[in-house]
């Protein structure tokens, strides 16, 4: 029996989805190229067709998962109809897209302590989160737009709080629910000051 050689995008796409597997499941650290070109089933050289480096294979894994956030995002913001909820709504889907959510976790948890000692990582990883901060704020201040987010409030620097309580539940989870039961009333106390709504669904 012939195998079927695949095109060099879906070869790509496959390392790719294997690759952000192996990285979640282990560390950026341990995880090696053998390992790697051996989950997506191709040759090391075959790999390095693709990326320059394991490095690179990371970063783009951090793109990918990013791409991938963003659209859950855009369909959760478009799916609600109250702008009061669309932040809330960020936060909902995101620890919803539960096999997605461990990817993305496991990634920028890793990147984040990996920035300390690689000057590439924390180059990107800068540019990165001022990406997703840039969605988060643009979100606000359509949610301020369409009166859903008191006026007065500074996106930006909601935008930046935001991104903390994701961190901090991230931290959380790998520190066996250091903030859990306090969660609920730190998201409940963010919502109202917002909006400025004692109505919202918790």
Request: glycine content about 6%.
């Amino acid at each position: 029996m012939s195998t079927i050689r695949l095109p060099a995008s879906e070869r790509r796409a496959r390392v790719l989805d294997c690759a952000c597997r192996v990285f979640s499941e282990g560390s950026y650290r341990g995880a090696t190229t053998a390992e790697l070109a051996r989950s997506a089933g191709v040759t090391e050289p075959i790999l390095y067709r693709h990326f320059d480096s394991k490095r690179d294979l990371y970063l783009a894994c951090l793109d990918d998962t990013w791409e991938r956030l963003r659209a859950i995002w855009d369909e959760a913001v478009a799916s609600e109809p109250d702008p009061a909820n669309w932040v809330r709504r960020l936060g909902q889907s995101f620890f919803e897209a539960q096999k997605k959510r461990v990817v993305i976790e496991a990634l920028w948890v890793q990147a984040l302590a990996e920035a300390g000692e690689d000057d590439e990582i924390r180059r990107y990883m800068q540019r990165h989160m001022r990406d997703v901060h840039a969605y988060v704020k643009d979100v606000i201040e359509r949610a301020q737009a369409a009166g859903g987010i008191l006026p007065e409030r500074d996106a930006g620097a909601e935008a930046w709080l935001f991104l903390s309580a994701g961190l901090l539940k991230m931290i959380s989870r790998r520190l066996g629910g250091l903030v859990e039961d306090d969660f609920p009333s730190i998201i409940a106390s963010r919502r109202l000051w917002l909006t400025g709504r004692e109505d919202l669904e918790a």
